[in-house]
């Protein structure tokens, strides 16, 4: 059984910060790249960073600049530290890891439950 574990949600005003964490717990052999996506209401699900096993990054564009994506590969962790929120930064946000269990020797994607994160104008 592999768990994925978000925390750091919340209400913020415009211009402040958040900081996603989220914890990959399991019989976890290794992991492949770790994410956050995110879902506002009414719209699909969309990536908003991205790292690697190595450490290379990708952001969605409108993100780049204010996010900050990072991992421990020890604790396997993913941190999305978010600066300068907008109200459009507003929507659950899910933690997505690619990995392979003990059992399982296949890459496959996790999900995490969603955090809520709301920026206030």
């Known amino acids: 059984q592999v768990q994925l574990v978000e925390s750091g949600g919340g209400l913020v005003q415009t211009g402040g910060s958040l900081r996603l964490s989220c914890t990959a717990s399991?019989?976890?052999?290794?992991?492949?790249?770790m994410g956050w996506y995110r879902q506002a209401p009414g719209k699909q699900r969309e990536l908003v960073a991205l790292i690697s096993s190595s450490g290379s990054t990708n952001y969605k564009d409108s993100v780049k600049g204010r996010f900050t994506i990072s991992r421990d590969n020890v604790k396997n962790t993913v941190n999305l530290q978010m600066n300068s929120l907008k109200p459009e930064d507003t929507a659950v946000y899910y933690c997505?890891?690619?990995?392979?269990?003990?059992?399982?020797?296949?890459?496959?994607?996790?999900w995490g439950q969603g955090t809520q994160v709301t920026v206030s104008s």
């Open positions: 997505n890891a690619v990995l392979r269990t003990r059992a399982y020797l296949a890459f496959t994607n996790y």
């Open positions: 399991g019989i976890i052999d290794s992991i492949n790249a």
